[in-house]
């Protein structure tokens, strides 16, 4: 076993033991938390894949924004931190079948992919640079429009705590 395979898998274990934490946490700042290192994890990942641009956003965007952006909305609904409900819902069964069911599908579509694709062909001269990439990402003809509608989405939740923890007056 290699060093990059061994740092692999210590990552990968990580990622998804924390990625269970997630959801199985009944803290929402502890469960926030457990995201964060979940999220970490797969910019690692990225940077084993030699995709450091998609780590460097990873950590940005995903940490940086929007990770912290439900701590913050947790935060300031502080008295919607404390669930005493059942944590399990009645219909876990069927979703459970779902999900497995899932899961062989797309085991069996990953194991069978060369029949489905071509390979794809080495990287060629033609290949985008960064530049050009961050160019799409700000070009009106490309992808600055889904950022907006993010970031009109993003302020409206943070619209949407600070109503819900203001609360009424009386």
């Known amino acids: 076993m290699t060093v990059e395979q061994f740092v692999f898998l210590v990552m990968a274990v990580v990622t998804l033991g924390a990625a269970l934490m997630v959801v199985t946490e009944r803290r929402v700042i502890h469960a926030a938390l457990w995201l964060i290192l979940a999220l970490f994890g797969v910019a690692g990942l990225y940077v084993l894949l030699n995709a450091g641009f998609f780590a460097v956003v990873q950590v940005v965007v995903y940490i940086g924004a929007i990770a912290i952006l439900f701590i913050f909305a947790a935060m300031l609904t502080r008295k919607a931190m404390q669930d005493v409900g059942p944590q399990v ?78 609360g009424k007056k009386k």
């Open 89 to 166: 819902n009645a219909g876990w069964p069927a979703a459970a079948l779902i999900g497995g069911v899932v899961f062989v599908a797309l085991a069996w579509m990953l194991s069978h992919w060369a029949q489905f694709t071509a390979l794809p062909p080495a990287f060629a001269d033609d290949t985008p640079t960064l530049t050009q990439l961050g160019v799409a990402l700000v070009s009106p003809d490309a992808y600055v429009i889904p950022f907006e509608i993010a970031s009109v989405l993003l302020v409206a939740a943070m619209v949407g705590a600070l109503y819900a923890a203001w």
